[in-house]
């Protein structure tokens, strides 16, 4: 193979560890895991499944933080090195919406970040009527302004690529029900101009359980996906129905540049999974869920923060070409 191409601005500053000496695994955790903890404010419950973008000389971030009403809500946070967050405790309020009906606020989870053209683009798990796609931009986390929900609910996991794809907005999200959805595959859509979204194309289903039984029950984006010479980058989850209930990995999958619904090799295996305390000992045990990556295109280095047993937030270090190596080698396509 030649050399791997990884787009996207340098990161030489952004958090890293060494694997650890003996460790065989492809993403490493974080020594100091979790990063965040479930009472970092005053009223959360627990802060997990958030997103976080290099911002002016640090970083800054949206966050899940769940109160101990148990509301869910985001707060947006700031951060010098990625690791140590300063999290406003006051929720998200938007300074405009397209309408009262759709900035009324019900709830929101699992926001996704991505930086295009200048804006940082803000999609969430919306409730309104149910969970849809949220959306929103800022340019300094301090100002938000609302956007049209991208889809009737139900729907889950809206994930930007980080550019446009053809001219359009593009995006990835995985349609649901009104519960603990049993069931989930995602799909891609595109958009002249972020309000009205079409062209809809099917990506992936669940494996088989015999072929690939951490993603065999559901399956959805999770950071937004990074471009690299051998297409795009997806890390995404995977969900499999045990005796005692839903597991959460996360694997990768490499999607064609131009034609992103075109899936051109999937792990078998899975990345991580829960095994760690924090990982599986929680409000709900057993949940590993990746929201965002830091990446450094020269050195190949990437940092996953994921949502650990709903509760608290971790953080994982990895080398995309390794990543790219091993979804080729354990392809179950
Ligand atoms: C999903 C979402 C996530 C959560 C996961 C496990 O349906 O609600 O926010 O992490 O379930 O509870």
Redesign the pocket.
């Given at each position: 193979m030649s050399k791997l191409t990884i787009v996207g601005e340098p990161l030489p500053g952004m958090p890293w560890e060494n694997r650890p000496a003996g460790c065989k695994d492809v993403l490493w955790r974080y020594s100091g895991n979790p990063i965040i903890p479930r009472d970092l404010l005053p009223d959360s419950n627990s802060i997990?499944?958030s997103a976080v973008v290099p911002f002016g000389d640090g970083y800054a971030g949206v966050f899940r933080c769940d109160d101990k009403n148990r509301r869910m809500a985001i707060h947006a946070g700031f951060s010098k090195d990625g690791i140590n967050w300063d999290i406003d405790p006051r929720t998200i309020s938007f300074a405009d919406a397209p309408s009262p009906e759709v900035g009324e606020w019900v709830y929101g989870?699992?926001p996704r970040v991505t930086l295009i053209d200048g804006r940082y683009y803000i999609t969430w798990c919306n409730g309104f009527h149910g969970p849809t796609i949220g959306a929103a931009w800022t340019t300094d986390f301090r100002t938000f302004h609302q956007l049209e929900n991208a889809f009737l609910p139900y729907n889950?996991n809206g994930v930007l690529f980080p550019r446009r794809i053809n001219g359009r907005f593009a995006m990835l999200s995985r349609p649901s029900d009104t519960g603990?959805?049993a069931f989930g595959d995602i799909f891609y859509s595109e958009s002249p101009d972020f309000e009205f979204w079409g062209r809809h194309r099917h990506v992936m289903a669940p494996a088989a359980f015999e072929t690939s039984g951490w993603q065999s029950m559901k399956i959805g984006a999770g950071p937004v996906p990074i471009e690299t010479s051998e297409g795009w980058l997806l890390i995404f989850h995977g969900v499999l129905l045990s005796c005692n209930g839903?597991v959460?990995s996360f694997g990768a999958a490499l999607l064609d540049l131009d034609e992103p619904w075109k899936v051109k090799a999937r792990s078998g295996q899975y990345l991580l999974n829960p095994r760690e305390i924090y990982e599986i000992a929680g409000d709900?045990p057993n949940?590993t869920?990746p929201c965002a990556a830091l990446h450094d295109p020269q050195t190949g280095r990437i940092a996953v923060y994921y949502?650990c047993a709903?509760t608290v937030t971790g953080l994982a270090f990895g080398y995309i070409p390794e990543i790219v190596d091993f979804i080729k080698r354990t392809d179950i396509l």
């Open positions: 997990f499944n989870y699992d889950r603990h959805t839903y959460y709900v949940v869920f949502g709903d």
